[in-house]
């Protein structure tokens, strides 16, 4: 069975400082995708970014970006210049690359910018 | 493109009762999926539809139930409730792209569930 492993309960970070939220995964599959969503208070899941497994190269989004090591099931996020507005929890999604839309959570982890 | 609607929001129900919650996907998006969050056992997944056919179910009891019309607008229905489905339940809606295929879910507001 596929989990996902987010270590951090809580980060925080100054106000235009750059974090890195951690996430680990085990799966046996080779085609799946990998996502980080951010919930803020209003509690709306909104998604940051995405990634196939498939493609070397990192996603990147604006002030986020992943650094992706498949051979190490890892799968962090990296926000620079961060924002009052980033405050919230973030969870880190696995799916499988077929036959089902069933994502897999982490636990979350929440940020905190401090001004 | 309206997002993903979810009715009602706000939800207040006394144990042993039953409950419908509703979910409007993004316009042509025919998967929908939903996942019940909690403080405790955080993100889980109930189960998803497709075509109006339930094609996964997350390890939840019998009580727990949904269905997808034609229009791909999803209804899960929770009977006898317990004080344990007090929580957050989201719905996601999927685009079905080429090959049957599909990346992203995008989620609904929720809807709050509390059982007294």
């Known amino acids: 069975a596929q989990t996902v492993t987010q270590s951090q309960p809580e980060m925080s970070v100054q106000e235009a400082e750059t974090v890195t939220l951690s996430c680990t995964y085990d799966?046996?599959?080779?085609?799946?995708?990998l996502f980080w969503y951010k919930q803020p208070p209003s509690r709306q899941m909104i998604l940051v970014i995405r990634?196939?497994?498939?493609?070397?190269q990192n996603a990147t989004e604006n002030r986020f970006s992943v650094n992706f090591q498949k051979a190490a099931k890892s799968f962090s996020l990296k926000i620079s210049d961060s924002q009052l507005g980033d405050a919230a929890m973030y969870f880190c999604?696995?799916?499988?690359?077929?036959?089902?839309?069933?994502?897999?959570f982490g636990t979350g982890t929440r940020l905190k910018v401090l001004a | 493109k309206a997002g993903v609607t979810q009715t009602p929001r706000y939800l207040i129900k006394t144990r042993g009762q039953q409950v419908t919650l509703s979910c409007s996907p993004i316009?042509?998006?025919?998967?929908v999926s939903w996942y019940q969050q909690t403080p405790g056992q955080g993100l889980q997944f109930l189960f998803e539809?497709?075509?109006?056919?339930?094609?996964n179910k997350g390890n939840f009891p019998g009580r727990f139930s949904g269905r997808q019309f034609s229009n791909s607008r999803s209804e899960m229905n929770v009977s006898t409730l317990e004080l344990g489905d007090s929580a957050l339940y989201l719905c996601?809606?999927?685009?079905?792209?080429?090959?049957?295929?599909?990346?992203?879910?995008?989620f609904g507001p929720g809807t709050r569930l509390l059982v007294l």
């Open positions: 996601a809606s999927s685009p079905i792209l080429a090959g049957g295929r599909s990346e992203t879910q995008y």
């Open positions: 316009s042509g998006h025919r998967s």
């Open positions: 999604a696995y799916r499988r690359g077929s036959g089902t839309y069933k994502y897999i």
């Open positions: 799966t046996s599959e080779s085609d799946y995708y």
């Open positions: 990634q196939e497994a498939y493609k070397q």
């Open positions: 539809y497709f075509s109006e056919t339930q094609r």
